[in-house]
């Protein structure tokens, strides 16, 4: 699986943004397809997970009600919706893939990753 991602930008606290990762290969649905993020000197963290075509979620406590993570599966890509953005959102955020035909809510369990695309909020 190789995973593209894309629509990371600059962006004002308060504001939005929508990330995309398109995905290749014919077996995109059985996937757990995951957003995670990185910023200097901190960990990797998942931040969002969707499993399934009944859209089964998870969501870290630090985005929930303001991210939205959703998929087309025809169209083999995962979006990420990111509403009332923080400066603490600054990060590089990547998706991912895992195996398992369940939803992966933990780093360890994606397989695939994809290049990060930045989004920074400034202040």
């Known amino acids: 699986v190789q995973l593209q991602a894309s629509g990371g930008g600059l962006v004002q606290a308060g504001g939005s943004l929508r990330l995309s990762c398109a995905a290749s290969?014919?077996?995109?649905?059985?996937?757990?397809m995951g957003w995670s993020r990185q910023a200097p000197g901190k960990e990797r963290e998942l931040v969002a997970a969707?499993?399934?075509?009944?859209?089964?979620?998870y969501y870290a406590e630090s985005v929930k009600g303001r991210f939205t993570i959703s998929r087309d599966d025809a169209k083999n890509t995962v979006y990420l919706q990111m509403n009332s953005l923080k400066p603490e959102d600054t990060a590089v955020y990547y998706c991912?893939?895992?195996?398992?035909?369940?939803?992966?809510?933990?780093?360890?369990?994606?397989?695939?990753w994809g290049q990060g695309t930045q989004v920074t909020v400034s202040s």
């Open positions: 991912a893939a895992g195996r398992g035909y369940a939803l992966r809510v933990a780093i360890t369990g994606y397989n695939y």
């Open positions: 290969g014919r077996t995109f649905s059985s996937y757990s």
């Open positions: 969707i499993y399934g075509t009944g859209g089964s979620t």
